[in-house]
């Protein structure tokens, strides 16, 4: 099996990768309802796992219960065993390729790579989190009073047996004290480590095992110094680094994907410092993503989860935007792209390619302030139609915990399974007021948009149930955002953001409803178009005859057109509006 012989490589091989992950995310979903509606609530039920539901039995992540049917952390990773068990390697295909892997990053590692991946390994891990906020950065060091003795990298190796300055990384009676109190809740409760797990497995690090992975040159002592038993699978740092990001995604949503992509790279550094294997971070991202939503579903953290969450909402955090800080994360592609390749590291898939995808118990409660308008049952829908396909190693967990895919899962809904209402409070704020759901959207249902709010459609969709607007506003901002069924418009502003849009079935336009276009542009109605209510023509310039609308034929007229300067009007011919004067 070939694998990536240069670091740079893997951006273009993930972008690849990308593809042939969508579509069988689509198909894995959605093949099978294409002669008959799928069974919807049987798709979104949990799956039980032999140890029961993650968020129920969590509590028992502890050294007191050590198999994979007591201990559920355990019990989500023991995939592994199909590679590795009883201190024997089954699969020594997958883990030459593992090792392979992680030789070749620590190999092509870059200056920035190694003072990240430094910073990463000897920072506390709620702090080295905070660089993911941004812009919003410099109010959160300054509100939750973070601190940190490490800001750089050495030009020679650390000392043997050297102990880093103990820093208490923020306060929790600060400003934002409820956050911090939150993500150290997550990450540092009796429940959330590592330690059972790995003496399950006893999977020795690679740079114990093969000298082809270098060790960063700033930590070659301390990775001599570990203890015997410091194990690899999974990763203790990638836990908690899924554990701190996601909490604080919880808490300022705002920066949902910045902090998951955040979390991947925690991983990333460790591979990089040669402390783990690729599948290590694998399984670290499995627990991490499970105990936060473990966490985040226990009744009693529901009081201190409200607080952080007005905490960060406050001037303290989302009213402190510095628009001069650094970004790491600005680039969205670039995040996107790198999440997805940490998912599956390459790895092929080569397990059963064939199980459809399966939302785990409580797993919602983790989209629940970044799709606020969604209630619990939509959010898993959300997850279970953005979710990766089966097959890759480590990620096929009995409830599905390895499969979900946050990122694409923050922007909406992957598909339609059946019809979907959408109620946004504009009132309410955040992203109750306004938000863009990316994702290519396919299926059977309807989208009915509803409330005052704005909710923007930027991929190119196929749904073909149709699309109803009951109020606020609709925002077309790809060609085919509006899939290939009928539009109905009975109130509200659908706003045409891309310059050319295309209705591929019937447009129906109500009284009290306005299209919104720009002098520019051009809506093309496939079948029939019933006019009625207000044409909004905004920015552009107007060229007389230009065809705004065309339409196989039409019935009706807008009531009132806006936007045109004293002289200009439009005209109604038996396939188009035009521009006139």
């Given at each position: 099996?070939?694998?990536?012989?240069?670091i740079?490589?893997?951006?273009?091989?993930?972008?690849?990768?990308?593809?042939?992950?969508?579509?069988?995310?689509?198909?894995?979903?959605?093949?099978?309802?294409?002669?008959?509606?799928?069974?919807?609530a049987?798709?979104?039920?949990?799956?039980?796992?032999n140890?029961?539901?993650?968020?129920?039995?969590?509590?028992?992540?502890?050294?007191?219960?050590?198999t994979?049917?007591?201990?559920?952390?355990?019990?989500l990773?023991?995939?592994?065993?199909?590679?590795?068990?009883?201190?024997?390697?089954?699969?020594?295909?997958?883990?030459?390729?593992?090792?392979?892997?992680?030789?070749?990053?620590?190999?092509?590692?870059t200056?920035?790579d190694?003072?990240?991946?430094?910073?990463?390994?000897?920072?506390?891990r709620?702090?080295?989190?905070?660089?993911?906020?941004?812009?919003?950065?410099?109010?959160?060091?300054?509100?939750a009073?973070?601190?940190?003795?490490?800001?750089?990298?050495?030009?020679?190796?650390?000392?043997?047996?050297?102990?880093?300055?103990?820093?208490?990384?923020?306060?929790?009676?600060?400003?934002?004290?409820p956050?911090?109190?939150?993500?150290?809740?997550t990450?540092?409760?009796?429940?959330?480590?590592t330690?059972?797990?790995?003496?399950?497995?006893?999977?020795?690090?690679p740079?114990?095992?093969?000298?082809?992975?270098?060790?960063?040159p700033?930590?070659?002592?301390?990775?001599?110094?570990?203890?015997?038993?410091s194990?690899?699978?999974?990763?203790?740092?990638?836990?908690?680094?899924?554990?701190?990001?996601?909490?604080?995604a919880?808490?300022?949503?705002?920066?949902?994907?910045?902090?998951?992509?955040?979390?991947?790279?925690?991983?990333?550094?460790?591979?990089?410092?040669?402390?783990?294997?690729?599948?290590?971070?694998?399984?670290?991202?499995?627990?991490?993503?499970?105990?936060t939503?473990?966490?985040?579903?226990?009744?009693?953290?529901?009081?201190?989860?409200?607080?952080?969450?007005?905490?960060?909402?406050?001037?303290?955090?989302?009213?402190?935007?510095?628009?001069?800080?650094?970004?790491?994360f600005?680039?969205y592609?670039?995040?996107?792209?790198?999440?997805r390749y940490?998912?599956?590291?390459g790895?092929?898939q080569?397990?059963?390619?064939?199980?459809?995808?399966?939302?785990?118990?409580?797993a919602?409660?983790?989209?629940k302030?970044?799709?606020?308008?969604?209630?619990?049952?939509q959010?898993?829908?959300?997850?279970?139609?953005?979710?990766?396909?089966?097959?890759?190693?480590?990620?096929?967990?009995?409830?599905?915990?390895?499969?979900l895919?946050?990122f694409?899962a923050?922007?909406?809904?992957?598909?339609?399974?059946?019809?979907?209402?959408?109620?946004?409070n504009?009132?309410?704020?955040t992203?109750?007021?306004?938000?863009?759901?990316k994702?290519?959207?396919?299926?059977?249902?309807?989208?009915?948009?509803?409330?005052?709010?704005?909710?923007?459609?930027?991929?190119?969709?196929?749904?073909?149930?149709?699309?109803?607007?009951?109020g606020?506003?609709?925002?077309?901002?790809?060609?085919?955002?509006?899939?290939?069924?009928?539009?109905?418009?009975?109130k509200g502003?659908?706003?045409?953001?891309?310059?050319?849009?295309?209705?591929?079935?019937?447009?129906?336009?109500g009284?009290?409803?306005?299209?919104?276009?720009?002098?520019?542009?051009?809506?093309?109605i496939?079948?029939?178009?019933?006019?009625?209510?207000?044409?909004?023509?905004?920015?552009?310039?107007?060229?007389?005859?230009?065809?705004?609308?065309?339409y196989?034929?039409?019935?009706?007229k807008?009531?009132?057109?806006?936007?045109?300067?004293?002289?200009?009007?439009?005209?109604?011919t038996?396939?188009a509006?035009?521009?006139?004067?």
């Amino acid at each position: 099996m070939k694998t990536r012989q240069h670091i740079w490589t893997r951006r273009a091989a993930a972008m690849l990768s990308l593809v042939a992950v969508t579509l069988p995310m689509v198909t894995n979903v959605t093949t099978a309802s294409a002669k008959a509606k799928p069974d919807v609530a049987a798709l979104l039920k949990p799956h039980k796992a032999n140890y029961g539901y993650f968020v129920d039995t969590y509590q028992h992540n502890t050294d007191d219960f050590k198999t994979p049917t007591t201990n559920p952390v355990i019990g989500l990773v023991d995939g592994f065993s199909n590679y590795w068990s009883a201190g024997k390697a089954v699969d020594k295909d997958i883990l030459n390729l593992n090792l392979q892997k992680t030789a070749e990053i620590t190999q092509n590692r870059t200056p920035s790579d190694s003072t990240r991946s430094f910073l990463t390994d000897q920072q506390n891990r709620q702090y080295a989190t905070i660089r993911a906020l941004g812009p919003y950065a410099p109010a959160f060091i300054k509100n939750a009073d973070a601190k940190t003795a490490i800001s750089s990298m050495p030009d020679q190796p650390l000392p043997h047996h050297y102990k880093s300055k103990k820093v208490t990384w923020a306060s929790p009676e600060s400003q934002l004290g409820p956050v911090v109190q939150l993500m150290n809740l997550t990450k540092d409760s009796p429940f959330s480590g590592t330690n059972a797990v790995k003496h399950y497995f006893d999977f020795v690090r690679p740079y114990r095992v093969s000298d082809t992975v270098k060790p960063l040159p700033a930590l070659v002592n301390s990775m001599a110094d570990a203890a015997k038993d410091s194990y690899d699978f999974p990763s203790g740092h990638t836990t908690g680094g899924f554990e701190t990001s996601l909490s604080l995604a919880y808490a300022f949503p705002q920066r949902f994907q910045e902090l998951a992509t955040r979390g991947s790279e925690v991983g990333f550094d460790r591979v990089i410092a040669g402390r783990h294997t690729p599948l290590a971070v694998m399984g670290g991202r499995l627990v991490g993503t499970a105990i936060t939503a473990a966490t985040l579903s226990d009744s009693n953290n529901q009081t201190l989860m409200k607080d952080a969450y007005q905490s960060a909402q406050s001037v303290a955090l989302l009213g402190s935007k510095d628009t001069n800080a650094s970004d790491d994360f600005s680039d969205y592609e670039k995040n996107r792209e790198d999440y997805r390749y940490r998912m599956t590291y390459g790895f092929e898939q080569s397990g059963d390619t064939h199980q459809a995808m399966r939302v785990p118990k409580g797993a919602e409660v983790l989209l629940k302030t970044r799709l606020p308008y969604l209630n619990a049952t939509q959010r898993r829908a959300v997850l279970l139609t953005t979710g990766m396909p089966s097959g890759y190693p480590v990620m096929d967990d009995a409830e599905g915990w390895g499969r979900l895919d946050l990122f694409s899962a923050a922007n909406g809904y992957g598909a339609f399974l059946n019809n979907v209402k959408v109620n946004m409070n504009a009132k309410k704020g955040t992203f109750n007021a306004k938000d863009t759901w990316k994702n290519a959207i396919s299926g059977t249902g309807k989208l009915t948009k509803a409330g005052t709010g704005q909710l923007t459609l930027s991929g190119a969709n196929t749904f073909s149930g149709g699309t109803v607007l009951q109020g606020g506003t609709l925002q077309v901002a790809n060609t085919a955002a509006l899939g290939t069924g009928t539009v109905n418009l009975t109130k509200g502003n659908l706003k045409l953001a891309a310059t050319k849009v295309t209705v591929r079935g019937q447009f129906q336009q109500g009284k009290k409803a306005q299209l919104t276009l720009s002098r520019a542009g051009h809506l093309t109605i496939k079948k029939t178009a019933k006019l009625n209510g207000t044409l909004k023509l905004t920015k552009g310039d107007l060229k007389k005859g230009a065809k705004l609308i065309t339409y196989k034929k039409h019935t009706g007229k807008f009531k009132h057109v806006q936007g045109l300067p004293k002289g200009w009007h439009v005209t109604y011919t038996q396939h188009a509006v035009k521009l006139a004067k």
